[in-house]
């Protein structure tokens, strides 16, 4: 992204040499800092950017610059350089932000404002950032951006705005909070005083007070005609019968000014200007580059030096002088005149202005800068020019995500040429797909594959065709075909190299996620983990992080807490460790090990992750983050017993949900049902029941497995509810189906939790050994990975359950400790025995996690930074462990452990 930003536009232009001193135009933007946002509002000429290059210079503040065009609309482009400008007054600020835009799919953009500015209200010192020119904006979701930037604005943070035209943003409501400052137009008109200053020290006149006022009268204070016609009046003897005869309006002024200014110029400074206006920039060797055969002998760096000391409405971009740019204003109108006088000069050499264009566009092409070079083809009419350019732009544009301005650039180009390009019409198809232009997409692929007919490289019709193919697989599973999705994903995969990892990488991820909706688990996984290997080898780890998730969720549906646990934490240290700032992905691995932490019964580091997630969020999350992290939360809520909160923050995530290629295997309306369940609100249950169309008799699918045995559950608090018996042998009969289903796919997470299910139903029917035995199999399975809240979560039945499973020695160590977490009052009589030695307190599953550490003669420290805990978080688990254990010190705690046989 970095090498595709244009450094110019972030400088801030430096003051002109004699300038006017405004003191009370200061004065007012200072006193402004105390506001939320600056607003100077005036049309063109009125010295808006000359007046805020001069406050920021001396307002003690650092001071971010943006300078903004019309390219600047695309929300990407215009965010990635709002970046880019504040971070040489805040390093580092909105890396991951950046770094958030080239995931596969970016977040809304409010939520990446949101992490930028919680970024920037961590400013030590208050900063000010200055958007010069935003009329050139006209883009809705920019408007929107700003208008939510300005909203939500840090205290450490003052916005100054300058443009043409009042921004679309609630001024009236910000004038009546006092956080709006204003200049208008009858504000920045010079005095008599500043227009004298003006005109006979800046612009090194000699006029007397009467030519000053009447001057000013005229121009009415409007800066740019009092400088225009200060450069009529330069050399002049009439000066006096010169103002004297100076009417009109601004624009009949402006129209006379120029043709004085131009008149009085050489032929080859005209000539210079006129040809060179065409340029939204200009350097001295661009300049040459265009003007070929004009002003042979003098360079153009030169040429732009004495433009710039005869004050030509010239710009300094930098302050090496390097780069300059007409005042906008008159280069409007030096192009009017351009287009006007091209066809009288053509015969005089240089006024070909498509051919100006093209050498323009050559010189960029040249000298890396390809925007530049594609928008002087495509004004050129050079549309084979301008599509060779837009194809070799198209890798980095992808890699970047932005292919909003990409596929711009293209809309440009002829419909047969596009067509008749193959690696343009799959560009063009891949830039609607990331637009969510779905349906338009296939007729371009057709195209592409036409085209290929013309192609003679077998490489290269090899590397198009796995794009295509890749396309349709992407297109199938957006669609929910996952047929479709597997035959076209396999067909990418075996037309391209081995070799091809960054093309392989999203084939082999859609072919496993279309795995993992089918219910083939083993292969979603590995075509997965194919997937995180290509990213990796071809260099982009912020793609091979966001395969975690999808890792992770398989192991948990297996069963393999543990398994998906290592694949979080592998993941985030390389997150961390990366070698510069935190990859996007890195809040996704803390929320991950968040919801397992809570599965496994600690509550205290699942919430600790959750925040630290949060911190992290969407600065730092994958585009689903947001409705995931509410989802997780909403969990958390329900097992602490905010059931109210839980259902706040489930419609939360709801709001928040976007369709995605990856499989929705937990539905929102399922989770909510659920919660609802707890609560005793069966109408509402029902109704869900009625809407889902869901029955004991359906054909049973991995898709809709979290929904059927949430009908078991339905029909379990049914009878509970004082309803008949029926309901619960229903349920028995839903839930061996749902066992046999979810065993036969190898799903042991859900095999746990039916037969939690199973082994309550049967309690409830008065049937204990039938209950047992069920128990007894969820407890051998669940005992290894740590599950503890599949359990507790059921609540006073299951602590009965778990009491009787105690007396009879069932996993008694597991079994205690699964008591535990219900509170002390569900912990049965202890037995007597023989060695009072074992008569000590259950430990937590975290404090035998954090024991077995202790075991394998980790320090405190290596602890902590295995298990993410402070070490002060540490030390109180060790003193807990030593007063349930009975002991002193590390070795002895270690000792009792084995003794007992918790290690």
Known sequence: MASLILAAKLYRPPPQPNSVLRARLIAQLNTGLGRKLTLISASAGFGKTTLVSAWAAACGRPVAWLSLDADDGDPARFLTYLIAALQPVMPGVGAGVLANLQSTQPPHMDALLTALLNEISTAANPIVLVLDDFHEIDSRPVDQALAFLVEHLPPQMHLVIATREDPPLPLARLRVRGQLSELRAADLRFSLPEAGGFLNQAMGLSLSLDDIGALDARTEGWIAGLQLAALSIQGRADTGQFIASFTGSHHFVLDYLVEEVLRRQSEDVQAFLLRTSLLER???????????????????????????????FIVPLDNERRWYRYHHLFADLLRQRLQQGAASAAGAGGWDIPELHRRASAWHARNGAPADAIRHALLAEDYERAAGLIELAWPAMDANFQTSIWLGWAKGLPEALIRARPLLSVGYAWALLNAGALEATEARLRDAEVALGSVDDNAQIRALSGSIATARAYLAQAFGDVAATLAHGQRALDLLTDEDHLRRGPASALVGLAQWAAGDLDAAYRSLAAAMAGFRKSGNPNFAISCTYGLADIRVTQGRLRAAISAYETSLQLALNAGGPMLPGTSDMYLGLGELCREQGDLETAERLLLKSEALGEQLGLSDWPYRFQRGRARLRQVQGDLNGALVMLAEAERLYFRSPVPDIAPIAAMRARVWVLQGRLPEVLSWVRERGLSVDDELTFLREFEHITLARVLIAGYANGQEAQPLHDALRLLERLLQAAEAGGRMGSVIEVLVLQALTHMALGSSPAALSALARALAL?????????????????????????????????????????????????????????EVDPLSPRELELLRLVAQGLSNQEIGERLFLALDTVKGHNRRIYAKLQVQRRTEAVARARELGLI
């Open 782 to 838: 669940a005992e290894p990975e740590g599950y503890v809240r599949i359990f507790v979560d059921e609540g006073p039945p299951m602590a009965r359950l778990l009491s009787e499973a105690a007396t009879r020695d069932m996993l008694p160590v597991y079994t205690r400790t699964l008591l535990a977490a219900f509170g002390p009052q569900t912990l049965p009589p202890k037995a007597v025995s023989p060695q009072p030695v074992t």
């Open 282 to 312: 200009m350097c001295g060797p661009l300049c040459d580059a265009v003007l070929q055969p004009v002003g042979a002998g003098a360079s153009s760096q030169a040429m732009l030096e004495s433009i710039q000391r005869a004050n030509l």
